[in-house]
Structures are given as C-alpha cells and as structure tokens.
C-alpha cells in the first residue's frame, strides 16, 4: 500500500505539472473530502459554459474528485456562476473507495484582483469497496484565476 501511495504522488504532481499551463483557477478546497478536511482544487476550461472541476486530498489517504460541470452560467447579469456536474470519485487507503459524485455550486469571481471565492455541494455515491450515500459533503472553494474565465 505504500508503493501505491507513492506512485499515486508521483502521478498526481506529474499530470498537475503537464496540466498547470492549460489551468483556469486553481487553489484550495475546504470541506470535507474522502475523509480528507482540504484539497488541492482545479478548474481547467472545456468551453464558453463547460469544465472539469478537480480535488485531490491527501491525509489519511489520496482522494481524488474529477467532476465535469457541463452547466456552468452566469447568475442574471450578476457576477456570480452556478455549476452542476458529476463525475468519478477515488479513495486511495485502506478501504479502497470508488464511486461516483454529483456536484451543485455557486461561485463569485473578482474583478479587480484574480480571485474566485465558491461554495458547493456535492453528493457522492460509494460503490466499491462498500456501497454507501453521502449527502453532507459541502466545500467552500478559494481559487486563483489565471486568465479569463469566459
């Protein structure tokens, strides 16, 4: 179990290195998380009102959240975004947890310095190693903007 730990380290930083440069936001993520309480949170843009959402916890295990947000639009004319998604979510310790997560959430982005500042829910579906419904996973989100979000 340590190896894979350790493997799962060196992926991770890896494809966080190869993926910085194509990064929207990204900063951290409050909450509870696959038994985790923070995460290393990431917005990387598909589109005018598409994007992956992704967390990586580490602490007494690495948890992993890929959401796709295909909703993403403007609140009115306001400056606040909602989103909603769902996509898979890991639990590397022991016990292992695979599964599946919605996500709903609103989002305030600054327009005089680059900082996002959201807050979400998201409902997550545990199906391997037991099934199990969580719906008390709420996240508050502090991000870095680089460049234009739309």
């Known amino acids: 179990m ?6 799962t380290l060196v992926l991770f930083f890896g494809l966080g290195a190869s993926l910085e440069s194509n990064a929207q936001e990204l900063g951290i993520r409050f909450g509870q998380f696959g038994g985790n309480n ?4 990431g917005v990387f843009a598909l589109g005018e009102f598409s994007r992956i959402h992704g967390d990586v916890s580490f602490g007494s295990g690495v948890g992993i959240d890929l959401i ?4 993403y ?6 400056e606040f975004n909602w989103y909603a998604g769902f996509g898979p979510s ?3 310790d022991d016990p292992f947890s695979l599964g599946v997560a919605g ?3 609103i989002e305030y982005a600054f327009d005089d310095v680059p900082i996002v500042i959201g807050a979400d ?7 391997i190693e037991d099934t199990d419904f969580f719906a ?11 460049g234009n979000i739309n």
């Open 2 to 7: 340590k190896y894979l730990k350790i493997l």
């Open 38 to 41: 923070v995460a290393i949170d």
């Open 68 to 71: 796709w947000n295909p909703l």
């Open 73 to 78: 639009r403007p609140v009115g004319s306001s």
């Open 90 to 92: 890991l639990y590397i």
């Open 103 to 105: 996500e709903v959430g």
């Open 121 to 127: 829910w998201r409902p997550t579906l545990r199906i």
């Open 136 to 146: 008390d996973v709420f996240g508050l989100n502090i991000r870095w903007r680089f």
